[in-house]
């Protein structure tokens, strides 16, 4: 079956500009979590959905950062004002229960911000 | 604040020995432990996992040692083979709620035929 899946792969914006970044979870993963990872770094947390809403979004570095899930299955992550320290991998999962063992990645966005 | 540290960023092992890494937690909220390989252009996948109720989980070639005390766990692969060269993540999570979860810097494995 088809697995997790993001688009587009590769993003490159200029500073200040907005970017969207979409996650298509596996059919039926009520669980959607986004990560954030940085060059020599782990994935790191950034907002937990279960269902449509979100659960935890501790993770959010600031208010530029924004992520939607409407129907509970496709995800938007969004960055306004893009700054070049928002250059990472974004990384989106999905699982169908709570346990961390059972999150599925997506391959990745990669955003780079010149 | 980095909760979850791995200190060595790669590791080269030749093909059919052990390959040993190693992962320190400071955070005592911890009690779940996972280890996720990641190979170039994918996401993690999930390897193995060990419960704060357990100091050894094995499965196949790979066992995942835990010393609570010390705050420490270590991933053991043998015979080491080529394909597991990846960059290997630790990562840990509180069993309560959703279980957040905690990733390490990575380290990276190459495997030498």
């Known amino acids: 079956g088809a697995g997790v899946s993001q688009t587009p792969s590769n993003k490159v914006t200029e500073k200040g500009k907005y970017v969207e970044l979409r996650c298509d979870p596996i059919?039926?993963?009520?669980?959607l979590y986004w990560y954030r990872q940085s060059l020599g770094q782990g994935p790191e947390f950034l907002i937990y959905?279960?269902?449509?809403?979100?659960?935890?979004d501790s993770g959010l570095p600031n208010d530029r950062f924004f992520a939607v899930r409407p129907e509970g299955s496709v995800s938007t992550l969004k960055i306004q004002r893009t700054e070049r320290g928002d250059s990472a991998v974004y990384l989106c999962?999905?699982?169908?229960?709570?346990?961390?063992?059972?999150?599925?990645f997506g391959p990745g966005t990669r955003l780079l911000v010149l | 604040d980095q909760q979850v540290k791995q200190n060595s960023p790669s590791l080269s092992v030749q093909e059919g020995r052990i390959s040993i890494l190693n992962c320190d937690y400071t955070?005592?909220?911890?009690?779940?432990f996972l280890w996720y390989k990641k190979y170039p252009a994918e996401g993690p996948t999930f390897l193995i996992s060990?419960?704060?109720?357990?100091d050894k989980n094995e499965d196949g070639r790979f066992t995942v040692f835990l010393n609570k005390s010390a705050k420490h766990l270590s991933l053991h692969i043998v015979p080491s083979q080529p394909g597991d060269s990846a960059v290997y993540f630790c990562?840990?999570?509180?069993?309560?709620?959703?279980?957040?979860?905690?990733f390490g810097t990575g380290t990276k494995l190459q495997v030498i035929p």
């Open positions: 060990i419960s704060s109720i357990k």
């Open positions: 955070n005592s909220m911890f009690d779940y």
């Open positions: 959905f279960q269902g449509t809403g979100a659960a935890d």
């Open positions: 059919s039926g993963h009520t669980a």
């Open positions: 999962a999905s699982s169908p229960t709570v346990r961390p063992e059972t999150q599925y």
């Open positions: 990562a840990a999570s509180n069993s309560g709620g959703y279980q957040k979860v905690t």
